[in-house]
């Protein structure tokens, strides 16, 4: 028997102006979603269509203008911006386009940063962050800088760092958007592995149609709204 | 330069204000102490030359005499046997009025009936003539004045007021028998310092049956040679015939020294400031760097990219300099009180009324501050017309480029160093060439920051790493933007360490000179009149005023000393003092003395020979086996030099000789400070109160034990040096706002860092942490590695500035406090510095910052 379907995130009206000018710029318009525990969505749609935005406002990194964000029981809206912090370095683990490694941090702190930040002993943090690197195939390059690694492992040891702290939630945004074809691939079988195996819930904003085969649930976003919702259940072809 | 080359310099300025601003502020910081100090200088030197050309007149020559002046019978003489017409007698001296404040201002008696060709004091033909009866009053009533009207209105004052006057040990009143209003701008000022009386009213008052001087007017050329001729065949000996224009160029030297070492401690701000403005230069550049590389795509050529750079840098140069014009000027008003103080104290009487505002000065100010502006920008301006523009100067290049740098810019430090030392052992006397070797070895050290900073984080980083991921990250940060961070370490390093320097300086000085004071002023008691200067007791006190002390009870025996200006034929204006007894009881430390101190005090008194203090022989260059010639009252004399003592009461020198043979020399009745022993088990203290209660009401004098004079000297002395801490504080705060601005940019280019960091999970707090964390260890270094600058700058100073400026051998005195304090300086500006930087960073849009490039 499947089990139930859990909400891991859910979006009531979401609206995100942004005031640029007195009229405004509503980059989401009542944006209503909700994304289950353990699935993959995507977030399907062009450059400025607000994918980018949708993920900021669920991470509590950017407040909405109206509407309201659950991140399971936890209304993310109503938090203050050291619980929504904590609640990132707790929760939430980040992909993003351009790797965002720290350059004067090794692969192997990179991955151990948020553990560290959260209060865990380096030699702990270390340990964790070398079997995640084991995990993504670097345990090698646990202490090289990230300005000599290639962009595929640079995106690897952002990957490890995105489940260090082993977060019920990653937030994926072009993950492979600065990847050739096939590092990309490898980079996003890879995330997916990791992901499923792991049992966590993630929502990966893209462009590319060719992730839509693997997503558990895609939403179109066309400027600012949600304007489809399909369901796939392609998982099995890259699990 | 393209109209859309400008416009783009144009608004990259107008979109990163706060940059532009923090630029513009620290030239004009710079621009304004350098402008301050020129102000103050020119203004205390224009009001000395305007005051003492304004008394000369139109005076051609004068005739002066020694210590006791002119006889004035020689007036009569040129007038009846020369027939000479335009002749005019002087009393001149200096009092202190109460009415005015107490400040020094000159009494300077004329005869009117001979004044006209000279000055204009009393009206010229444009003038509101004086009433009759003020003129009257003037020549006809003992004990009158004119005052300036313009002084009298400031102070309260009108016709008919009592004034009292401060002449020496006495207090005397006179009244005001009229005010001067001239139309003559140059009369006008010289009235501002000045009490204009009757000759004979003066010489009453100053208690002199002699002139000061008496002014001439010769014809130019052969006639006038021959009539100096004719003149110098009547005076006897000890008068003679000088040139006002020398005398007052003699006298202003005397201060040229203290005023050199003012500019270019000013200058040291603006070096600072150069730092500044290179550091936010390179940081534009870079930051443009994609804007840059398209337009060397589209065909901008190098020169171009130059132009627009150095434009950009020469535009926050010209309004810096505009403001600091304005600064300047403000800063000047401040600085000339302290300036002339100084001068005052220790070199001559100088009344500033204001700020003299010299267009030169302000345009000197402004070219030093816009070329100092483009010069800092070359090398930036120079790297971003040089690159190809796909490489066109990304962060990680020039972080790169610059740890590549490390090795040649370290040598090139050491051989800045090395070039610094050498202008600094060549045997010169030049104050220009010493400050020269000096600033070499300053920016030798900030060369090597870089280096230095590369060595102290790593030192860092392992104990730093047990606060976490934070300690790890600081002091990586630091290397990893080191372009930018030596930087603004090597800015702050030089403020701190002229820090040091100066207070190593200033505390082997003031060591030196309490030393001097426990070993030479061995007397319980000193007396001297009222003092203008504070240096020097020069104004005379009656000998009987020394009998009274001798005979008090518990005085054992007393000495004095006689302190006049006299001239030399090679020497010019020459302090002389004459003491009955050596007063330091054989004590007076000597750099060389003939014999042992006993034989040449024996050999003074017996032969006729004189000491030199040490300032005397180096300036003149004289030492053993030389002599000194002085006009005295009987002709000129040559002394044999038996000695050269140390001496830091005046950088001008002193010729000491015992009062014996002054005496026979001179002829001067007068004496001017008197030094008791007491008797054994006497109380110092409680017999100056009983000396004080005795001439109560008789005699102003100032008497004060042994402890009270050493404190007062130190009083001047620590008067002296107040500038200095001005001037430090101005250049620690053109260092701070460059760290300010460096760790800005340094926010700007780690944007997606930060965001990141905060996306991780990184709270405020934490940001605040590390920010924190890494100005903290800025501040470190550059508080660290200002110890050796500062302490290298102390060396230079002490050994080499002060010797060729003033003549001085200090000795070194280190107090570990002066290092700790400058540490701490260094730190805590640092930190103060980084609380800006961290509100904004931690008030960052993280969602915008992580996609940022």
């Known amino acids: 028997m499947t089990p139930p379907e859990t909400a891991a995130v859910r979006v009531e009206g979401l609206t995100k102006i942004y005031d640029e000018s007195r009229s405004g710029r509503a980059v989401l318009g009542d944006v209503n979603a909700t994304f289950f525990t353990g699935q993959f969505s995507v977030l399907l749609g062009r450059s400025g269509s607000g994918k980018s935005t949708l993920l900021n406002l669920i991470s509590g990194i950017d407040l909405p203008t109206r509407g309201e964000i659950w991140i399971g029981d936890v209304n993310v809206t109503r938090l203050s911006e050291r619980e929504r912090t904590l609640l990132r370095r707790r929760d939430i683990g980040f992909v993003f386009q351009f790797f965002n490694l720290i350059p004067t941090l090794t692969a192997g702190e990179n991955v151990s940063l948020p553990l560290e930040l959260g209060g865990m002993i380096e030699k702990q943090a270390r340990k964790r962050a070398e079997t995640l690197l084991d995990r993504v195939s670097l345990a090698n390059r646990m202490d090289d800088y990230p300005d000599r690694l290639s962009g595929g492992e640079q995106q690897r040891v952002a990957i490890a760092r995105a489940l260090a702290h082993q977060p019920s939630l990653i937030l994926a945004d072009e993950p492979t958007g600065n990847l050739d074809e096939e590092t990309g691939q490898t980079v996003l079988t890879l995330l997916l592995e990791l992901v499923r195996e792991s049992g966590k819930t993630m929502i990966m904003a893209t462009h590319s149609l060719e992730i839509v085969p693997y997503a558990d649930h895609v939403f179109r976003m066309t400027e600012g709204q949600l304007v489809e919702e399909r369901r796939h259940r392609m998982e099995r072809r890259v699990m | 330069m393209s109209l859309s080359l400008f416009k783009l310099g144009q608004r990259y300025l107008l979109r990163r204000p706060l940059q532009s601003i923090l630029v513009v502020l620290g030239i004009a910081l710079g621009v304004a102490v350098v402008i301050a100090i020129d102000l103050a200088n020119g203004s205390a030197s224009r009001a000395f030359s305007l005051s003492t050309e304004a008394i000369s007149g139109r005076a051609t020559h004068q005739i002066v005499g020694g210590p006791n002046g002119v006889p004035q019978e020689i007036y009569g003489q040129l007038r009846r046997e020369l027939g000479l017409r335009e002749v005019a007698p002087i009393v001149s001296d200096y009092v202190t009025v109460r009415e005015l404040g107490d400040q020094p201002v000159r009494l300077l008696g004329i005869d009117p009936f001979s004044e006209a060709p000279f000055r204009s004091y009393l009206g010229s033909a444009d003038d509101e003539p004086l009433s009759l009866e003020a003129l009257t009053a003037f020549l006809a009533q003992p004990n009158t004045i004119f005052l300036s009207r313009e002084v009298a209105e400031q102070n309260g004052l009108e016709s008919g007021n009592t004034l009292t006057l401060g002449i020496g040990p006495r207090e005397v009143t006179a009244t005001i028998a009229g005010l001067l209003d001239p139309s003559n701008e140059l009369s006008r000022r010289a009235l501002d310092s000045l009490l204009l009386a009757d000759i004979s009213t003066a010489q009453e008052l100053l208690q002199r049956d002699t002139l000061s001087n008496i002014d001439l007017i010769l014809p130019e050329g052969e006639a006038g040679t021959a009539e100096v001729e004719r003149i110098a065949s009547i005076l006897p000996e000890g008068v003679r015939v000088e040139q006002p224009a020398t005398r007052t160029a003699t006298i202003q030297q005397l201060s040229a020294a203290f005023e050199l070492n003012l500019t270019a401690l000013s200058l040291l701000a603006l070096v600072v400031g150069m730092f500044l403005i290179y550091n936010t230069v390179t940081f534009s550049v870079v930051q443009r760097r994609p804007v840059l590389g398209t337009l060397r795509a589209l065909g901008v050529t190098r020169e171009e990219i130059f132009a627009l750079i150095l434009g950009e840098a020469a535009v926050m140069g010209v309004v810096g300099a505009l403001f600091g014009m304005g600064l300047g000027i403000v800063l000047g008003r401040g600085v000339v009180g302290l300036v002339t103080q100084t001068i005052n104290d220790l070199y001559f009487v100088v009344n500033v009324a204001g700020v003299d505002v010299a267009p030169t000065t302000l345009l000197k100010g402004s070219l030093i501050g816009i070329l100092s502006a483009l010069l800092a920008a070359a090398v930036p301006a120079w790297e971003a017309a040089s690159v190809e523009p796909v490489t066109a100067l990304r962060r990680s290049a020039i972080e790169s480029r610059v740890m590549g740098l490390l090795p040649k810019l370290s040598l090139a430090g050491a051989g800045l160093g090395l070039v610094g030392l050498v202008l600094l052992a060549v045997s010169t006397r030049s104050v220009v060439v010493s400050f020269l070797g000096l600033f070499a070895v300053i920016i030798a050290f900030a060369l090597l920051t870089p280096w230095v900073t590369v060595l102290f984080m790593r030192l860092a980083e392992s104990p730093l790493a047990r606060l976490g991921v934070l300690g790890r990250m600081a002091p990586r940060d630091i290397v990893r933007a080191l372009s930018r961070t030596s930087v603004a370490i090597a800015a702050l390093m030089v403020a701190v360490s002229v820090i040091i320097g100066v207070s190593v300086m200033i505390g082997s000085f003031?060591?030196?000179?309490?030393?001097?004071?426990?070993?030479?002023?061995q007397a319980d008691i000193y007396i001297s009149p009222p003092n203008i200067a504070a240096n020097r007791s020069t104004a005379p006190m009656e000998r009987a005023i020394a009998e009274q002390v001798a005979s008090f009870e518990g005085v054992e025996r007393i000495s004095w000393a006689r302190d006049v200006t006299v001239?030399?034929?090679?020497?010019?204006?020459?302090?002389?003092?004459?003491v009955s007894e050596e007063v330091s009881g054989r004590q007076r430390p000597f750099k060389w003395v003939e014999g042992s101190q006993e034989a040449a005090w024996e050999r003074a008194q017996l032969e006729g020979a004189v000491f030199v203090s040490e300032p005397f022989a180096f300036r003149h260059e004289i030492g053993q086996g030389d002599s000194v010639t002085l006009y005295t009252d009987m002709g000129e004399r040559s002394f044999p030099v038996v000695g050269v003592y140390y001496d830091y009461s005046s950088d001008q020198g002193v010729v000491l000789m015992p009062d014996a043979l002054y005496r026979t020399l001179y002829d001067d009745p007068y004496l001017s400070s008197v030094a008791a022993f007491v008797t054994e088990g006497t109380d110092p203290d409680a017999l100056v109160g009983q000396l004080r209660t005795f001439f109560a009401g008789e005699q102003a004098l100032v008497?004060?034990?042994?402890?009270?004079?050493?404190?007062?000297?130190?009083?001047?002395?620590?008067?002296?040096?107040?500038?200095?801490?001005?001037?430090?504080?101005?250049?620690?705060?053109?260092?701070?706002?460059?760290?300010?601005?460096?760790?800005?940019?340094?926010?700007?280019?780690?944007?997606?860092?930060?965001?990141?960091?905060?996306?991780?999970?990184?709270?405020?707090?934490?940001?605040?942490?590390?920010?924190?964390?890494?100005?903290?260890?800025?501040?470190?270094?550059?508080?660290?590695?200002?110890?050796p600058t500062g302490l290298a700058l102390a060396l230079v100073l002490i050994y080499v500035i002060n010797r060729r400026s003033f003549g001085w051998t200090l000795q070194l005195h280190l107090e570990p406090s002066a290092l700790v304090e400058a540490f701490a300086v260094a730190l805590v500006a640092a930190l103060l510095a980084g609380i800006y930087p961290a509100v904004r960073m931690s008030r960052i849009r993280i969602s915008e910052a992580i996609r940022s490039e």
């Open chain 2, 703 to 787: 008497i004060r034990s042994n402890v009270g004079l050493r404190a007062s000297v130190l009083e001047v002395f620590e008067r002296a040096f107040a500038i200095t801490g001005a001037l430090q504080l101005l250049a620690t705060i053109v260092a701070f706002i460059g760290v300010l601005s460096a760790l800005m940019a340094m926010q700007l280019e780690r944007a997606r860092e930060l965001g990141t960091l905060r996306a991780t999970g990184m709270t405020q707090r934490q940001l605040w942490g590390l920010t924190m964390l890494e100005t903290g260890l800025m501040g470190s270094t550059a508080g660290l590695w200002a110890m």
């Open chain 2, 567 to 578: 001239a030399s034929p090679e020497f010019g204006r020459v302090q002389l003092v004459a």
């Open chain 2, 510 to 521: 003031r060591n030196t000179v309490t030393e001097w004071l426990e070993t030479t002023l």
